[in-house]
């Protein structure tokens, strides 16, 4: 994830910059937690292929609780709760305020479709630090992105509800041809609603997001899109208001932020460049963990097609700190070995060969990855020498 609004506030004076861990350390991960694959909807881009049915052999209540603790041990301090739909599971609010108790940072992860006049009285008393969101467009295309008419009103009631009980609200927004020119408008409905954050996530091939991938958006899509939330972030910081622009799952956005400073703030861009040297790029593997509903580990959410061990039989710390599996360690390399144009990049160092499952949907995990929005020229691959062609 790249935090936008965090670097160009330490540009601005206004912060301190962000505090990393060196890259690809064995460190203490943000854990998110697939508390259960049941969902009320059936959105395109679900990397859990999630549905409106019970699953088998999820974790109980006892084992949940006793996850938390595992989690406590190894020193994680940033819990997501994360689903399916988190709010269709009843022990919920017994797991957010036991994870409260012992210090965690809970965040929920949620779309929205559950959040009513009924239920967020308790919402807000569980004293969620972030609720995260999903709109994924404008009514019409979230509707059909989501599969369920009236999706998009429900889940924009459910902001508006928990901005009114004072609830941190993040807007969580994947890219793709279909709501790409919509940006602006989302972006209009974040003031609107009062949002204080503002999440764009590219698409992964993960799950029904690997089914999805042809409306992944083109290279410009994607890099119209972040000067948009370049420009909205910068702008938010000069006029004072404390809102919180993020990217993720596509690490080479770093590398359009150093291009936006370039042009827009040239004489803080060696700092930026610093600063993202520091974060290193993509994280899966070792500052971002993924539990699924039945306990599997996995680098991240979009790697449910490997495990690293289940914490029904295994301490969450001995998998993911002490006996880390080989592709933990492997994953943990900074710079990562790559190949394809990753391998050639220049500014492989800040990226860290961005996501991986995408190269993996491609046919090789440590191939090149697809999504990347980077031209040749820009990373430093030289073009392939022609070769002449003579006649006799």
Known sequence: MLRISQYLRALSGQAPAPRTSPPGSNRPPVVIWNLLRRCNLTCKHCYATSADSVFRDELDTPAALTVIDDLHDAGVKVLIFSGGEPLMREDLFVLSAYARAKGFFVA????????????????????F???????????ATHDAFRQLKGSFARSMHAIRLCRERGIRVGLRTTLTQEN????????ALMREYDVQKFYLSHLNYSGRGKRSRQLDAQRQMSRDAMTLIFERAWEDIQQGHGTDFVSGNNDADAILLLQWAASRLPA??????NMLRAWGGNASGSGIANIDNTGEVHPD????????????????????LDQPDALLSRLREHPRAVGGRCAQCRWLPICNGNTRTRAWA?????GQD????????EIGVQPSPLIPCTTD
Do not use: K, M
């Open 301 to 320: 959410t979009y790697w449910w097609q490997h495990s690293v061990g289940n914490v029904r039989h295994t301490p969450f710390r001995t998998l993911w």
């Open 129 to 139: 630090d972030y609720v995260g969101i999903s709109i994924d467009g404008l009514e």
């Open 180 to 187: 790409h020119t919509q940006l602006p408008q989302l972006l």
């Open 370 to 377: 697809p999504g990347c929005h980077l031209s040749d020229e």
């Open 362 to 366: 491609e046919g090789d995990l440590w």
């Open 268 to 273: 803080h861009y060696p700092h930026l460049e």
């Open 108 to 127: 929920l992860s949620t779309n929205g479709t559950l959040i009513d006049e009924q239920n967020i009285a308790r919402i807000s008393a569980a004293q």
